[in-house]
């Protein structure tokens, strides 16, 4: 009991110290069972890979340099389509929220595309634009858009009247409430709909090169099908796992941590 | 000098489930000195609120006129200060960030308004908080932050709206009598929005009784300054005027 709690203590304060400790732990157990299964000669070791295979074939298509080509490809698109997602988000957003007409005419028009998902799109965009960059692109706008719309109405909609009222009164044009008041206040919302938005976007863009694609890890991932390589298939879902969790932790965290969180809107 | 003047106010508005319209101000005259500070009273649903936001400028009067150094109210504008039940503090902004808002609209630079912005913190005894952001303060400070942000554009009139009324009790006479010394040293023009008698009769040179959107009495307030409530929770003058105000909101 007292050795466990020992241990237990000095876990405690080796996460504090190096938090990346705490996310690769839980993983242990996984990893450990999954070995256990491919080593136990249940399946071929064709079919079913170990984690050692996989590691060998990250080294190797590291190595060969397919893997960050196919990486930088995906990201690229990702980033592009959620930068035109968000230029068109917010403003749309911020729209919707502050005019009780723009929110009556644009508000049913919204849901009913939303409810069209961005994999319902491709059959009449690869009629239009074919296999290439601009029916990828439109699938990842289209998909990250209505997160960032739909939480944009939210967080302006969320900001107290009397903040616009206290900005206008201290002598705040309306372009000036918009940016010290409305923005700001909507922005922890904007964060969850831009987090919301890049977890779709990430997983239609995956979903769209297996369809489209000529490069990027869903096609990574298709094209081991065609050779019969569990291995790369497995390391392609271990690699879109693993960024999502950096986008997360490192970049939107933080973000929040510095805005929603610091000022009491968000409570941690 | 007249620094506010209401002429025969009125709002009326049009209430789409009961299909009729609702007068919510019926007709009131008041005229306030520079440097004056007025309390407004009376029972809930009388339009004091209405009114306040109508010389702020946050919603449409549908008659009469507002004048502020004689000219007419059409919108919010920086010449009427508000300080908000709600505080109303930018939370994104520290504390000096928030006093300093209004000369920061001004175009003011940021030295300047950051002096500006410390100078009334001190009148506030609020020094120490300047780079705290407002979630970390308690709602007494809030409040002391909310009216000298209000202060430190300078505004022709100082409109409060039952800015009092969510702090605790003991507070709030703290507030209470740092808000007559501030007024004191400062000279503002003050409307000052209650429902509570004591606090409209021990802050003000003159009480307004409002009673279905009308002005039903008006009483002035002789006491001596500074007023503290030690002194003044015995004072006969004192016990006198706020029964006799409070008679006048009963039977409002």
Known sequence: MNIALKFWSGYVRATHRWPIIATIVPFIPVVAIWSIVANSGMFPRAFFPAPVDVMRSFISLTYKGILPDYLQDSLIRLLFGAAIGVALGIPLGILIGSSRLAHRICWPVLLFFQAIGDIAWLPILLIWFGFGLTTMTFVIVYTVLFPIVLSTVLGVQSVHRDLARAAQSLGASPMRVLWEVTLPGALPNIITGLRNGLGYGWRALIAVEIIVGTSGIGFMMFDARRAGSTVEILLGMIVLGTLWYIVDAWILAPIERATGQRWGLVTS | ?252
């Not at chain 2, 913190?121 to 942000?149: C, K, T, W």
């Not at chain 2, 554009?153 to 507070?171: C, G, H, I, R, Y």
């Open chain 2, 1 to 252: 000098m007249k620094t506010l003047s209401l002429k025969n106010l009125r709002k009326t508005y049009f209430d789409p489930y009961a299909g009729s319209q609702v007068t919510a101000v019926q007709d009131v005259s008041l005229d306030v000195e520079q440097g004056e500070f007025v309390s407004v009273v009376g029972p809930s649903g009388c339009g004091k609120t209405t009114i306040l936001n109508m010389i702020a400028g946050f919603i449409p009067y549908t008659g009469g006129e507002i004048l502020i150094d004689g000219n007419l109210v059409k919108g919010p504008g920086p010449d009427r200060g508000v300080v908000f039940q709600s505080f109303a503090l930018f939370p994104w902004k520290t504390v000096l960030e928030n006093v300093g808002f209004g000369p920061k609209m001004r175009g003011v630079p940021k030295d300047e308004r950051d002096r500006t912005a410390r100078e009334y913190l001190a009148l506030a005894g609020l020094s120490h908080a300047a780079d705290r952001y407002p979630n970390e303060l308690s709602g007494g400070m809030q409040q002391r932050v909310g009216v000298v942000r209000a202060l430190a554009n300078n505004p022709a009139v100082l409109l409060m709206d039952e800015p009092f009324a969510s702090v605790d009790a003991q507070t709030r006479m703290t507030l209470q009598e740092e808000l007559t010394r501030i007024w004191q040293e400062r000279k503002p023009t003050v409307i000052f929005i209650t429902h509570d008698v004591a606090e409209a009769v021990f802050l003000a040179n003159r009480v307004v009784v409002l009673s279905k959107g009308r002005v039903l009495d008006q009483i002035k307030v002789d006491l001596p300054r500074p007023r503290v409530w030690d002194q003044l929770i015995e004072d006969e003058t004192f016990k006198r005027l706020s029964a006799q105000v409070l008679q006048m909101v009963r039977a409002a």
